[in-house]
């Protein structure tokens, strides 16, 4: 392990310890307030939560349920660094690579937008939930390059791999088919290896006993895995980077005075790809902000749809609610916004999220934590599916 990669490791470390295990410290010293609700539910699969405030004023705070829902890019590398290891001193590179596979959902093909926004790990946890193998593949590497290992993503015929330097050469973990390959020496492949020798692919030395979906598990050690890396003359490395301003995006959530915060559910019945095709895993929150209300909502998830009339601004520009120009702007999605100045609600506005459904999932015994300004006054109810 090189000396950058040491020290990012103590730094986020330390992060950690503050961090309490990603748990809100309500005692700690000049702490903002915090709120601790219990909800036990018999039907978690066909329930939902409703927040409301309850107060004069906007309640603003951090969310955790049942430990999930990340503040900010450091709780996701420090609940990387706590995950249980699979195996004996399972390196820090590796859970990232389990993390990003295992709290998020293969997609087949285009998604919501081809901009590069899509590849910040916080958005993908918390917000999208889903993502092809560009997606997921530049997400990873945008933590490894945090916890200050060198990597690169690469676009194949057909698919897109990460790899990290380790160890002097160069390996790949592909979060998407959940895979990496072994050659006869039980070393793990990176692509120049994989292109030179993919015998390796669908004749693994070492098959991983993983459970995943019927696609991958049939995908992962097949012809056409290998084809992908063979064709070597159009294997280009990929554009990963993100901007920081959504690297570094603070997840709080804010509900207006007599508002409402629900989730998880389908609001909007389907989900579109850039090409107009049906995506599947979606899952949405709802914000209802009542009638006559002005001010800015700013709760940094991917906005869906916007109901209601009204008018609002965004970025500088001003919108009614109603316009197909309104529309057309939110559809095409080519920066991550989230935040709206609200000019002018002659009726209730309902803002629809996507959420992570493996994030904001409900289990039978759910422990919710709140931390923020005027949560005093907020009520939590569990009601069924609409």
């Known amino acids: 392990m090189n000396y950058r990669i040491l020290i990012n490791l103590i730094i986020i470390s330390a992060l950690l310890i503050s961090c309490n295990n990603n748990r809100f410290d309500y ?47 450091n709780e996701i590398l420090n609940s990387i660094i706590i995950l249980k290891s699979e195996n004996l001193n399972e390196p820090v590179f590796m859970k990232a690579w389990r993390f990003i596979s295992l709290n998020t959902f293969h997609l087949q093909g285009k998604f ?17 939930g889903i993502g092809n193998c560009g997606i997921r593949a530049a997400a990873l590497s945008n933590i490894w390059q945090k916890f200050g290992y060198t990597s690169r993503v690469w676009l194949l015929e057909g698919h897109v791999v990460p790899e990290i330097f380790i160890n002097n050469r160069w390996e790949m973990y592909d979060p998407d088919m959940y895979v ?32 995943n979906d ?3 598990d049939s995908a992962r050690y097949s012809f056409t895995t290998a084809n992908y890396y063979i064709s070597t003359y159009n294997n280009f490395l990929f554009n990963w980077n993100v901007e920081d301003k959504d690297l570094s995006v603070k997840l709080e959530f804010k509900i207006p005075p007599k508002g409402k915060f629900e989730f998880p559910a389908k609001f909007v019945d389907k989900l579109l790809s850039t090409t107009n095709e049906e995506i599947q895993n979606h899952t949405n929150a709802k914000l209802t902000i009542p009638a006559n209300w002005k001010g800015t909502i700013d709760i940094p998830l991917v906005i869906q749809s916007i109901c209601g009339k009204g008018s609002v601004s965004i970025n500088g520009k001003n919108f009614d609610l109603s316009s197909d120009e309104f529309k057309n702007y939110l559809n095409k999605k080519e920066t991550f916004f989230y935040s709206i100045k609200f000019i002018k609600t002659q009726s209730d506005i309902e803002i629809i999220y996507l959420i992570n459904k493996k994030i904001f999932k409900l289990e039978k015994n759910n422990i ?8 005093e006054k907020i009520s939590v109810k569990v009601s069924s599916l609409p």
């Open 112 to 128: 919501i937008s081809n901009k590069n926004w899509l590849y910040s790990p916080v958005i993908l946890i918390n917000s999208l």
């Open 214 to 216: 019927e696609y991958i």
């Open 180 to 211: 990496y390959y072994f050659d006869n020496n039980k070393k793990i492949l990176g692509v120049k290896e994989l292109c030179e020798k993919p015998y390796f692919i669908y004749k693994p030395v070492n098959k991983l006993n993983i459970a």
């Open 368 to 375: 919710i934590l709140l931390q923020g300004n005027h949560i």
């Open 27 to 73: 005692t700690a010293k000049n702490s903002l307030p915090g709120k601790k609700i219990i909800l036990k539910i018999e039907k978690p699969d066909s329930s939902i939560i409703q927040i409301y405030n309850n107060d004069t004023v906007e309640s603003v705070f951090k969310m955790k349920l049942n430990n999930k829902i990340y503040y900010d890019l």
